[in-house]
């Protein structure tokens, strides 16, 4: 397989999510020196359209860092704060849908790693479906996490997904067994239950008309 472009997108903006950067970014570079290699680019914005941007570049894996939520509607969407804790930015995957079907332009990756609690819930990967071209593979959180479970989750991950070959298998199908084995391997390590789910997402009626796929 073609070596993959792993794109880091930090929306969380706080010291937290700098030291998830921070930490990824040693981790990828520690298995490149390993001899495996990987594309990775860095994106650390409070601008919810460079996000869009971002989502739209083609890329074997983008990974969110960010806080997640539901706005005072009820709308999922990723969000983060300043240094003082105070709310600074918010992306409502609704209106993230709705700009890129106008755009014409859809998530161009072959995953999608949302580093934030409570994004795997139902109405956030329902809300992603008006937003993606083709399937690809979600992986998310099914309750609130702490920095220490994400950590650990973004070893075995990138390990998983960097090491394995994939020959013969589509990308989407790779990267879906790759993060299944993640979540196999995380619950063994700590000898419980793995707060990251991972779920296949797949275009709605609204996305299919808007990116002609």
């Known amino acids: 397989?073609?070596?993959?472009?792993?794109?880091?997108?930090?929306?969380?903006?706080?010291?937290?999510?700098?030291?998830?950067?921070?930490?990824?970014?040693?981790?990828?570079?520690?298995?490149?020196v390993s001899g495996i290699r990987s594309e990775v680019e860095y994106l650390r914005t409070s601008d919810p359209m460079l996000v869009a941007h971002a989502l739209t570049v083609p890329a074997r894996l983008i990974h969110i860092m960010c806080h997640g939520g539901y706005c005072d509607h009820g709308e999922p969407g990723f969000g983060g704060t300043n240094a003082t804790g105070?709310?600074?930015?918010?992306?409502?995957?609704?209106?993230?849908?709705?700009?890129?079907q106008r755009d014409g332009?859809?998530?161009?990756?072959?995953?999608?790693f949302a580093d934030a609690c409570d994004s795997a819930q139902h109405r956030?990967?329902?809300?992603?479906?008006?937003?993606?071209?083709?399937?690809?593979?979600?992986?998310?959180?099914?309750?609130?996490?702490?920095?220490?479970?994400?950590?650990?989750?973004?070893?075995?991950?990138?390990?998983?997904?960097?090491?394995?070959?994939?020959?013969?298998?589509?990308?989407?199908?790779?990267m879906f067994d790759a993060a299944i084995r993640s979540v196999n391997a995380y619950e063994e390590a700590?000898?419980?239950?793995?707060?990251?789910?991972?779920?296949?997402?797949?275009?709605?009626?609204?996305a299919f008309r808007a990116f002609g796929r």
Not at 5 to 32: C, E, P, W
Not at 105 to 111: K, N, S, Y
Not at 137 to 157: K, M, P
């Open 105 to 112: 332009r859809g998530i161009q990756a072959t995953a999608v």
């Open 124 to 174: 956030f990967t329902d809300a992603l479906r008006g937003a993606v071209t083709t399937r690809i593979t979600y992986i998310g959180a099914s309750r609130q996490v702490d920095w220490h479970e994400c950590s650990t989750f973004d070893s075995i991950l990138y390990g998983s997904m960097l090491r394995a070959k994939g020959k013969g298998t589509e990308a989407h199908e790779w």
């Open 190 to 206: 700590v000898d419980g239950t793995c707060p990251f789910r991972v779920v296949e997402v797949v275009p709605n009626r609204q």
């Open 86 to 100: 105070e709310h600074a930015v918010w992306l409502s995957l609704h209106d993230l849908a709705d700009y890129l």
């Open 1 to 32: 397989m073609r070596t993959p472009v792993i794109r880091l997108v930090d929306l969380g903006l706080d010291d937290g999510f700098a030291r998830s950067m921070g930490f990824t970014q040693s981790l990828l570079a520690s298995i490149n």
